[in-house]
């Protein structure tokens, strides 16, 4: 597997790179790895990095978005932090990826069995935690609305829902990016990965 060059990247379309993020998954499923020398690829990146995407997803140990994608060194901007939510700093670092770094699809993936968004549904409160788990509330009140209690289902709703608004805070609080999707030259898309089976399910 070649590492991405800016030929490379600036040859791919937002489509391209669903579509390799999609391959790329698959694969990781079917625990068939495409072939790739890591320190090839370190030596090959030394100079400059090219990625094709940014996903932000949660810090969760079991999600670690380079392996279940099967991508390498130089391919991906990986953006984690608790519950997968955007804050300033986020929204700065993936405007740098897509608008300065030149990668073509952004990916808010969040997980099953998401300790955040459990925690938001609970109501926990714990130092910085709090602040946190307060910009996850949306999700867990428009959830509420129609699932009241607290149960797996509402917090598995809660993991979905909560993607949805992370992309729309994205697309209101970052015209950099929302110009970029709306005139093609980035993707903003959804995802939930499975903790049990591997799979990413993108979201329609």
């Known amino acids: ?104 699809i952004v990916v808010v993936l969040g997980h099953t069995k998401c300790g955040a968004v459990t925690a938001a549904c609970k109501g926990v409160e714990l130092g910085n935690i709090t602040p946190l788990l307060a910009k996850i509330q949306p999700a867990v009140a428009k959830v509420k609305e129609s699932h009241p209690e607290v149960s797996d289902a509402s917090i598995e709703k809660t993991v979905v829902v909560n993607v949805e608004m992370t992309m729309d805070r994205m697309r209101a609080e970052s015209p950099i990016l929302a110009e970029m999707e709306k005139s093609g030259e980035i993707m903003i898309v959804g995802a939930v990965y499975s903790v049990a089976t591997g799979e990413v399910e993108f979201l329609k």
Do not use: H, W
């Open 1 to 104: 597997m070649q590492t991405q060059t800016k030929e490379s990247q600036q040859g791919l379309s937002a489509q391209n790179a669903y579509d390799m993020l999609v391959e790329g998954n698959k694969r990781f499923v079917q625990n068939v790895k495409a072939q790739r020398n890591l320190m090839d690829q370190v030596s090959a990146t030394t100079a400059g990095q090219y990625p094709f995407a940014v996903v932000l997803s949660c810090i969760d140990s079991r999600v670690p978005a380079e392996l279940v994608f099967d991508q390498g060194i130089g391919d991906i901007f990986s953006a984690r932090v608790a519950g997968n939510i955007v804050n300033e700093d986020m929204l700065g670092s993936i405007e740098y990826g897509c608008k300065v770094a030149g990668s073509k």
